[in-house]
């Protein structure tokens, strides 16, 4: 039995905690908040000299072909950071979907420049309310042009590169395309949503070239796989942030006194925070499955990706809730960091789909795997 | 990360399994004994090839194996269709490591021994009617008479007393100093005179506990572990032990089952999996159930590397068994309004749900009540400060009491 981090995966974890402590406190954080986006650039570069965004891209693209543990580590942190990067659309979903899909021709073309983050890319999906399928999409590719709106895309006012779910005549109805955002015959703008130090964008698509990735017709059960893979790496993030929002509720209530005592004497906080602590470590212990699914593309990564991402949700969205609680009337004012969680936790919660889509995800594929 | 044995791992488990199923008792070994003596039976087979209580060293009949060989083990007993040895599991659990602590090298000689064989079954006598989750405020009174104690009072909660060949407790041997430095701990024999044993009805109809009534029991006092006043630190031994020995429970009554009822039982015509509410209350158990699981394989991995698991293990009672209530109050509900029937003939799945609806409630108190394990992460985990206690630092006499 080995469930635990390699001491170089431990040693990774010290140096990029270390690494954001430095280059991605608080204030960082609030800096982006305030200046309503978009990404921290500077950071990014660093980031992207630490090689973090080139961590699972392949040696042959120019990557450093680590494991998705490491990857998993560099997540845990930068949500226990909640850094303001596009890091989860440019690693999670756009690096991945290249790797799972492209050609040889669009990986020599994408990972090199993905890897050394010179180039930032993004998944687009969501057009407006309500959960994406198949059956919705407006999003149409005829003769390589592409017309539609996707909104909200995250990073999408600034990334280089989407790939974009659109509609198909064939196979599971939707193909997936290539688009070089930088086009004029693209509109995009940035969107108000709930966590400003993260950027969003409508964008609008009037005919700008698009490149099939993968099979026409194939691009919708590619969806439901990425999602599989980015769920993973969006929960350690997850409970990155749960931990953070724990430690952040028990050093105030350690140091706010009333009635004469700390806070956190008293059962009513205490209960509070062990509730936290026994979610966070649920979750987390999630994550490792999650995380060994992942890293060695095993049959159970359906039903571990969405253990991981509803333990994971669950876990931050209580963490961050009651980390303000805590809190009391401080925890609800701007001048406190209280809100980065709680604004944080539900831009997660809800970016690779809710909490409710991938419960019944779960018991879809625990179905599957009992019928097989 | 991955979830092999080692090759060390493996080589222990290949020897196990081959005793394992080699030795198993057959229907013709078990045939005419009841629970206890098939118990009994399986115990002392397994203690005398050397594969009862495997931790405890060689000399107190253990094997002297290590905490992951034990993990190993257990893993594979659960294989083997193996009678049930759950009666010793006080005695091996809790009565076990603290005489290992505190007992002298003579006593551990001989009580361990048949500890291990299944020969002697000892009970815990620690709580008491005013001394509940506040276990140290316990009133049973324990008098010095020369080389003895004489012993006055009742007990309560008590697991297996009414089998029972020892039993350990704690008494207040002084009641003019504070509470927690006023107690002793000692072991004695259950079939002292003096000694008085009733069963308690639980809710679910079932006795599993008992009353337990001290009228003039004589304790000698080289029965005494630790010294006169030190009682309490004793006890944490046991305690520590006892936490981590009561598990989730439900009786089956899990995550796989209520799926299995879930595809069985319509909701308006259509199969109730296939009902949304259903489908994210499933999931919501399911993954508190892995989480809990895939703690355990962090624990074990601590283990097997030779560390001490962390406090993420203490909260395996707080998750599972209000997990459990739940899961089962669900089911209940699932099957509509023969819910309420409560027999293996007529109840859906062998009544598994009921019973476990109906011996949950226990479940969440035993050994540290669901609040008391909040306050146990809280403080020992988290650091958090401890609340005001109003009977610190005034002799025990003088704390206030209520009904």
């Known amino acids: ?372 | 990360m991955d979830f092999n044995d080692s090759k060390e791992e493996a080589t222990f488990r290949n020897e196990a399994r081959e005793w394992l199923v080699a030795n198993a008792p057959t229907a013709a070994d078990l045939n005419g004994l009841d629970d206890m003596g098939q118990a009994k039976l399986w115990q002392k087979r397994k203690a005398d090839a050397g594969w009862a209580c495997i931790r405890w060293p060689k000399e107190y009949g253990g094997r002297g194996a290590n905490a992951m060989e034990q993990v190993i083990l257990s893993q594979e007993e659960a294989k083997v269709k193996a009678p049930n040895t759950g009666f010793f599991s006080i005695g091996q659990g809790m009565a076990a490591p603290t005489m290992m602590t505190w007992a002298s090298e003579d006593q551990k000689k001989q009580y361990l021994p048949k500890l291990a064989s299944g020969e002697n079954i000892w009970c815990q006598l620690f709580s008491e009617p005013a001394g509940g989750s506040d276990l140290a405020a316990l009133r049973t009174r324990g008098v010095r008479d020369g080389d003895e104690w004489v012993v006055n009072g009742q007990k309560i909660w008590t697991s297996g007393a009414q089998y029972s060949d020892f039993g350990i407790l704690v008494l207040r041997t002084d009641p003019n100093v504070a509470k927690h430095q006023g107690l002793s701990y000692f072991f004695l024999d259950m079939k002292s005179p003096g000694v008085e044993i009733k069963p308690i009805k639980q809710i679910s109809g079932a006795s599993g506990f008992n009353e337990v009534y001290f009228t003039d029991v004589r304790i000698p006092d080289a029965q005494r572990l630790g010294e006169v006043g030190q009682g309490w630190q004793v006890a944490l031994t046991t305690l520590m032990n006892e936490r981590a020995s009561i598990g989730g429970g439900g009786g089956g009554a899990g995550f796989e089952q209520i799926m299995k009822l879930a595809q069985r039982l319509n909701i308006d015509d259509k199969p109730a999996i296939e009902d949304k509410q259903v489908r994210a209350n499933l999931a919501n158990w399911y993954v508190r159930q892995s989480g809990l699981k895939y703690t355990g394989y962090r624990s074990m991995t601590a283990l097997s590397r030779g560390e001490i698991p962390g406090p993420e293990n203490s909260i395996g009672k707080l998750v599972g068994a209000p997990l459990t209530q739940d899961l089962a109050s669900f089911a209940i509900d699932l099957m509509d309004q023969a819910g309420i029937l409560w027999s293996p003939e007529s109840a859906e799945l062998e009544d598994i749900f009921q019973s476990a609806y109906m011996s949950i409630p226990g479940l969440r108190i035993a050994g540290g009540t669901d609040e008391i394990m909040a306050n146990i992460i809280a403080e020992r985990v988290l650091g958090l400060p401890q609340d005001v206690r109003v009977d610190k630092g005034i002799p025990f006499s003088e704390v206030p009491t209520g009904n």
Not at chain 1, 66 to 78: C, G, M, R
Not at chain 1, 81 to 105: C, D, N, R, W
Not at chain 1, 365 to 372: D, G, N, R, V
């Open chain 1, 1 to 372: 039995m080995n469930f635990e981090f390699s001491e170089e995966q431990n040693l990774l974890r010290e140096q990029t905690r270390g690494f954001l402590k430095d280059f991605c406190s608080p204030k960082v954080v609030r800096a982006s908040l305030e200046a309503n986006g978009p990404f921290n650039q500077e950071l990014w570069r660093k980031v992207a000299e630490m090689g973090w965004t080139s961590t699972v891209i392949p040696e042959e693209y120019d990557g450093l072909g680590l494991s998705y543990l490491e990857l998993s580590v560099i997540a845990d942190e930068l949500g226990r950071a909640m850094a303001p990067l596009p890091f989860s659309s440019s690693v999670y979903l756009a690096t991945e979907a290249i790797l799972a899909q492209g050609s040889k021709a669009q990986k020599e073309a994408w990972l090199p420049r993905l890897a050394s983050g010179e180039l930032i890319a993004t998944f687009a999906m969501a057009e407006n309310h309500g959960q994406v399928s198949p059956k919705n999409l407006t999003t149409t590719v005829t003769n390589d042009k592409i017309h539609g709106t996707k909104t909200p895309v995250p990073d999408g006012d600034y990334a280089d590169l989407a790939i974009v779910v659109a509609q198909s005549s064939k196979g599971d109805g939707a193909s997936w395309y290539l688009v070089d955002l930088t086009q004029s015959e693209i509109q995009r703008a940035q969107v108000r949503t709930l966590d400003p130090s993260r950027s969003h964008a409508q964008i609008d698509f009037n005919g700008a070239s698009a490149e099939l990735m993968g099979t026409d017709g194939g691009g919708w059960t590619a969806t439901q796989n990425l999602l599989n893979r980015a769920a993973v790496l969006f929960a350690w993030e997850q409970v990155g942030g749960s931990d953070a929002a724990l430690e952040m509720a028990k050093e105030y209530a350690l140091g706010r006194y009333a009635f004469g005592r700390p806070i956190a004497s008293y059962q009513a906080i205490k209960h509070k925070l062990a509730e936290m602590y026994v979610r966070n470590t649920l979750a987390r212990s999630n994550c490792y499955y999650g995380a060994w699914a992942l890293n060695t593309n095993a049959s159970e990564l359906p039903i571990a990706a969405a253990t991981a991402r509803v333990s994971a949700i669950q876990a931050y969205y209580f963490a961050a809730k009651e980390n303000i609680q805590t809190h009391g009337g401080m925890g609800f004012t701007w001048e406190f960091d209280c809100q980065f969680h709680y604004r944080r936790s539900k831009i997660l919660a809800v970016n690779v789909g809710s909490e409710r889509q991938w419960q019944d995800k779960l018991i879809t594929a625990i179905e599957q795997t009992s019928a097989a």
